[in-house]
Every structure is written in C-alpha cells, then in structure tokens.
C-alpha cells in the first residue's frame, strides 16, 4: 500500500491515486494518465481534501500540457482544472501557480516544468503537514499536561484531515499521528460527515495507523461536549480567510458552537495553501452545492446539498499553520505570515 | 391507507400498525396480537416517537393480560414493556397508568379494562396533538406576520414528530398541517436524523399531505441558519423536564445552539404525556445506546450510538402544550398545569 495519497507513475507520465470512493471497504489504486482523469478524479472525489485536490489539479494540468502545451492549451486545462470543485481554493491556487510558471516558457518545454512544479508542490504540501504535526502535537501535549486527570487525550473531528486528503501526514490529524507514534495515549471521536462519511476514511486512517478511535453520527457532537468527552477539537479546513474565519466541511460549524458552549477549545489546522489571503470576507467564498443524490439515495424527495459551512473566527481557538499556531486574526496570521499580508 | 399510526383491529383481538422501519420505500402495516409482538415493536423501532410508544405499551399491556391477567402477569408485562426503550417517559408512564388503573379489578376484568384505557390514551394523545396544532398554528401565524418578507414560513425540524410518531396529526407536525390547511404558504427543512433517518418518514408524511419540503443532512442545519434560511424551528421531544430542558433525539441540542446564535426562535411541541413531572434534572434522564451498527452499516469499526441529548431551557424560545404556549420553566408549566406541580 502506498503511504502517500498520490504518487508519480510510469517514469513521468502518470499519477497514481487512492480511489477514496471505494474506501474503507476496498483499497484500490486509479492510475491518471490525462487532464480529463485527473479533473474527473477530483470531480468525483475519488481524491479530495483541499491540499490533495490542489496538488493533483497541478499534475493534472502537467498531464494536460503534455497533450497541448500551446496557450489555449494551457487555458483550456487551467478552466477544465478549476471548474471541478469550487469551494478549496488550493484548486485554483494550485493550477495559477503552475500555469504561471510554464506560461513564460516555450510550448515545448511546459509540460516536464509544469510536472516539476507539481512533484515540488507536492512536497512542499508534505513538509507543511509535517510542520503542522509537530506544533499541534505541542499545543496537544500542552492540553493533555493541563487537564490533570488521567486517562487519554480525546480529540473530536470532523470530515477527513488525514494523509488521504494531504498527499501524507495529513492536517488535523498530523498532530495525533506524530502524539500516538511518541506514545501520548489518545482517543479520537471520529464524526460521520454525512452525506459522504469522509469519517469513515478517517477512521479507516487511524485504524491502520493504531489510533483508538470510536465513530459516532454527526448528531452526537453535542452530547460528547455536553458530558465532558471531549477535550479539545481538532479539524482541517477547506478555506480559512485572512482574518481567520474558517470555511470547511458542512457541519463544522454545528461542532465549533457546541465546543464553545462547552468551553472546549477548537483548533484548526490550516496550511498557509489553503488560505484566503486575498480577502476577509467568508460571504466571498463559493459553497459547492452537490448532487441531491448523496443526500436522497435515489429517493423521491427534495434535497439541498450544500458542502461547506464557515465557522466564524470567534469560534476558533487558534489556527496550527506550517510556521506555528497563531491566533484566528489577520493580526495572528501577520504575525507568522507577514509576506502574504501586504 | 389509515390514517392513524396505530388502530385496533379484530374486534379487540390486535392492533394494526405502519410498519415504520420500511417507510418511506414501502407502507405495509403489522398486526400485533401479543404482549411479545408489541414489544418487539417498539424496541425495533417499527413503532416509534414518543406518543405512539405510550399508546403501543398500552395496547400491549391489554394483550398481555388476556393471556395472563394474574398479578404476576400483569408485573411481567409491565416489566418486558417497560424494558424495550429508555428515554421518551410515555412509555412508563403509560404502562404505569394502565396498570393502576386495572390492578384493583378482578383478573377476569383486567384485560377488557386495560385495552378501554389504552384506546382512552390513544383519543387523549390525538386530542393533545390537535390542541398543539392549534396554538402551535397561531404561534407560527404571528411569526410569519412579524417577518414581514414575502414568501413562505421556513420551518426547520429534526426527526419525526408527525402522525406516524403520535396515533394522528403529531406534535411539531401538526401546528404545521394545519396551517398548510389553511392555505398559509409554508416550507419546511426536514433534518435527515442519522441514524435512523427519520427525516425520511417526515419528508414522507409532508410529501403526502402536500407540503413543501426540502431534505438536509443533519450537518446543514447551520449553515441554514447562519444564512438567514430558517424563520423558526420546531421539534417534538420524548422529555422534557418540569424545568423545560428538553431531551429529544440526538442532535436536537446542535439545533437549538444554531437557532439562539442565529437568532432564530426555537419552539418545542410537547405534550404533558411526554413532560418528566417528577424532577428538573436533566442528568437523571436515561439515554438510550443503542447498538454501534445502526452508526457503521455493519463495516469493523467500533461505535457510539447514543440517541438523544438535552437541549437546555435557555436554549427554547417557548413550549407548545396542548393547554397552550408557555417558558420552559417550572414557572411556566406550573401556569399551564398547576395539579402537575404539587
């Protein structure tokens, strides 16, 4: 089984992907040879999880630049790529700043460029969870030292923040990953995620990885902080703004409101490719709308099916970024960031 | 199709009931003709919702007696039905009310005497239901009349509190049905309720009478609050304190958390038959586990399935009873039943 959630293939001409659709009953791997299989891919979420949908629309556009590397071939794939998730903005972020690299280049040259640029862009993605894994495992141990009763650290979270979503290591749960591996004793509730049960990859992740961890219904959120089971929250986002308002899985939200009910911190981890930077407003951001279908099951009955809640920054106890935890504030991401607050 | 969610059939000899756990894909109806049989269908949930579970027990106690009326029968069958399920207090209650009512009575009469209290219950809850509708129906008048804004009366609701949940008209539901009747244009957002999904039985019940209705994951109930898409919620609940906490199926608290940060009132339809008269502590309410593979579909992941939580009194706008609306007090009930606050 690889380790990583995507891998180069075939000496450069491929990329190969977990089918996270297939997960946790069947581990299959889905080799990508063209543009249109790595959007479709992302479309249909056989990969999801913003730093891995940004770092495989890159391949994708090497891959499509290797078809056409002329400039409406370059355009084309840029739209093809960006127009299959909206909500990420690693997406987008992602395809610019491939196709901002190769674009100066000549034809010839863009797509082994634009593959190099993924290939870094990947590892870059990995040094950033690792990063993230080490300062939330800190703030965690902090947590663990300050609570005094015995007994293991229980985390609540939502979605999937794991190596499936991050090419490795994972966002959210790199810091319980890297606690476990030091032998800090934790306990993870891992949440449903309804409609498409990412915390069923969540807990197939910490499964294989050993993580004590027990499912429950997105319903049950209230009542595990309502009853003292939970000592902190820990999850990934999708697209935190600058001033530190965090957009990500639909049902985040609920989670945050009951966490401070309960006067349980929330943490978010939250690499700096995932970040608004250019504006404050989270009314600014894109909720996907998905089919009715992952909701109905093919009954006949209505069905809105929005992918994505913003948990307002006052909710948040602090981000964990790849250059430390910060405050959720423009002043707090200033302060480890200042290059993107010009 | 009956219109009732339990009848008596065969001269006295069974009841019928809506098989619940096949809705909404097939309506078939169950003959119960045994002590055994109806407590079979109430821990199966093929009857469920607190009303109707007290009605059912009733029936079932009646049934139990014709085999064995003697005072061991009748403890014995107290004590199965009283076993099946937890939380919601009509069961007990009910059981505890027909047994009473029949232990002073020869054991020749206590089988016919048991099954009149048991249809006496079941005309006294669709009486209650009736009276929620029309002081629930005046409440949701007057807020549609101070929102001002065209359109339709946005109700969002968690579970199933309809006829299928209470004998006829059902508690949140039927302040709804009534104004639908009245040709008050509303719509409601039905919460899908993992893990039973019983917002298909109450997108079923709103689909048949003709009311506009859209489905939602459990997790979307913020984002539609947040984003001024709910005008009002309302739920039913299985019991509430004297003091107006309200146990109600799980995630209900997440709700009434999202409503009060919105701003949005949060209404709770509860019959007396369902309010705990007896103390004001939520904590000593038992909450049903039940078992982890409603949660996992039966894939190897350990589980927690707890099925209700308590919303706190500050979090409920008001209490809809069938003597009319009050606070979620011990103040304000004791204005709508003062023999129950001795």
Not at 2 to 7: G, K, Q, S, T
Not at 93 to 108: E, G, N, T, Y
Not at 152 to 159: A, G
Not at 329 to 336: D, F, H, N, Q, V
Request: net charge neutral; aromatic share 4%.
């Amino acid at each position: 089984m690889p380790r990583r959630a995507i891998v180069e293939a075939d000496g450069g001409d491929a990329v190969v992907i977990v089918d996270q659709t297939l997960l946790p009953g069947r581990f299959e791997t889905v080799r990508l040879a063209t543009l249109e299989a790595a959007a479709e891919a992302i479309r249909t979420m056989r990969v999801r999880g913003a730093p891995l949908i940004g770092v495989t629309a890159a391949y994708g556009l090497a891959l499509g630049l290797r078809d056409d590397p002329s400039d409406p071939g370059l355009e084309r794939a840029s739209t093809v790529l960006c127009a299959t998730r909206p909500t990420a903005i690693n997406l987008a972020w992602a395809v610019s700043l491939i196709a901002d690299r190769v674009r100066p280049l000549p034809a010839s040259r863009r797509a082994a460029a634009a593959w190099a640029g993924a290939g870094e862009l990947a590892e870059a993605e990995v040094a950033a969870c690792e990063a993230i894994g080490r300062y939330g495992a800190a703030l965690l141990r902090e947590r663990l030292a300050a609570r005094g009763a015995p007994g293991p650290l229980n985390v609540l979270t939502h979605c999937n923040a794991g190596w499936l979503a991050t090419v490795d290591w994972g966002t959210a749960l790199a810091p319980i990953y890297r606690l476990h591996d030091e032998g800090v004793p934790l306990h993870v509730w891992v949440s449903e995620t309804r409609p498409r049960n990412q915390g069923f990859l969540t807990a197939w992740e910490l499964g294989e990885h050993g993580v004590p961890h027990t499912l429950v219904v997105d319903n049950a959120a209230g009542l595990l902080l309502q009853t003292g089971r939970v000592d902190l929250c820990l999850v990934g986002t999708d697209r935190p703004t600058r001033a530190g308002d965090v957009c990500n899985k639909i049902g985040t939200a609920l989670k945050a409101l009951a966490a401070r009910e309960a006067g349980v911190p929330f943490y978010v981890a939250a690499p700096s490719s995932s970040i608004e930077w250019r504006h404050a407003d989270p009314a600014r951001i894109p909720i996907e709308e998905r089919s009715a279908l992952e909701v109905t099951g093919g009954r006949p009955v209505a069905a809105f099916n929005p992918g994505f809640d913003v948990t307002p920054a006052r909710h948040v106890t602090a981000l964990i970024t790849e250059r430390g935890v910060c405050p959720p504030s423009e002043a707090g991401l200033a302060g480890l960031f200042p290059e993107r607050m010009a």
